[in-house]
């Protein structure tokens, strides 16, 4: 499995003083040239999600300065939301530079807005890496605990599947592991209170250098 972007945080919700650029809902807070994007299945615009931003020793997404997340949610239409591949989602990575707030498009309603803060956390790394197609019982019960103690939100460490392994490839090789989400107490569309993942490619010069992925409970 490839290292991750970041050492170990979990993601705390906070209505007030959390990290710049932190943050889920409400309108992105870019600092550089942001785009909206588009699902590529019904081509109606994506729903704003959450924001990373790069933070040094944190969480490193260098060149870049943040990574924006988006998924499709017309309810007039059938979209692979939860796929990293289909494009009825968007990882949008920004570079740095003249600051901007973008504001969503019509008809598309923003989530309520949640600042984040990071917490020290630990988790059972080698427990939580098990493959579970062919863990032993004794594995599969210490996957189980593993996952009720380790963040269900975080940077870094490695990801938390609910239903099992999904790691995308880009470039030829596993993505690198950069954050996931818990759907609640945000109320975002991950299924039944389903977590989101963020990955990265390997490879600097990727043109498409992050995916973002859904798992249901």
């Not at 039944?192 to 993942?197: E, S």
């Amino acid at each position: 499995m490839p290292l991750p972007v970041a050492p170990l945080w979990a993601l705390v919700p906070l209505r007030t003083d959390g990290v710049p650029l932190l943050k889920v809902g409400g309108t992105p807070q870019a600092p550089g040239p942001l785009d909206w994007p588009v699902c590529e299945m019904c081509g109606k615009p994506l729903r704003f999600l959450f924001q990373l931003p790069h933070i040094e020793g944190r969480l490193d997404l260098a060149p870049y300065a943040s990574v924006h997340v988006f998924q499709c949610e017309n309810p007039d239409s059938v979209c692979f939301r939860w796929d990293p591949e289909e494009g009825a989602n968007a990882a949008v990575p920004v570079m740095a530079g003249a600051p901007v707030v973008v504001e969503s498009p019509e008809g598309v309603k923003p989530y309520a807005e949640w600042m984040l803060g990071f917490e020290p956390a630990t988790e059972d790394t080698e427990a939580l890496s098990v493959d579970v197609n062919e863990a032993s019982d004794e594995q599969l019960a210490a996957l189980d605990r593993a996952q009720e103690e380790a963040p269900e939100s975080k940077v870094g460490g490695v990801p938390g599947w609910l239903n099992g392994d999904a790691t995308p490839e880009c470039c030829d090789a596993p993505m690198r592991f950069v954050a996931q989400l818990a759907a609640m107490p945000y109320g975002l569309e991950f299924g039944d209170n389903g977590r989101g993942y963020v990955f990265r490619c390997t490879r600097e010069d990727c043109v498409r250098p992050f995916r973002f992925l859904t798992q249901g409970a």
